[in-house]
């Protein structure tokens, strides 16, 4: 079975089910800043609502994203592990 937590703001904090758990935590403006489970944490640089950067604990860049002009959340590119991948939309 999977549980799912929220705290008082309704923001999912936590996700716990047979193949392990996530917690999340969340800036003081109610962005998703971090990503806990057993692989290691994660940490999210953003521009606003939209995340630029992953990096793990030691701060070291795992992830960049970059965005299509003046839209939120219209993710045009994700580079990781030396590999680059473009995504689109209509």
């Given amino acids: ?3 799912y937590a929220w705290d008082y ?3 999912l904090i936590g996700v716990s089910s047979p193949s392990g758990t996530e917690t999340y935590a969340y800036s ?3 962005m998703r800043e971090e990503k806990a489970n057993s692989a ?3 940490y999210y640089v953003r521009d606003g609502e939209n995340v ?3 990096t793990d604990v030691n701060l070291i860049t795992q992830a960049h ?3 299509f002009q003046g839209m ?3 993710l045009a ?3 990781r592990g030396g590999a680059s991948s473009f995504y689109g939309f209509d």
């Fill in 28 to 30: 003081a403006d109610g």
């Fill in 1 to 3: 079975m999977t549980t």
């Fill in 9 to 11: 703001e309704n923001r």
């Fill in 72 to 74: 939120l959340g219209g």
């Fill in 77 to 79: 590119s994700e580079r």
């Fill in 52 to 54: 630029l950067i992953e």
């Fill in 65 to 67: 994203y970059t965005d």
């Fill in 40 to 42: 290691g944490t994660v």
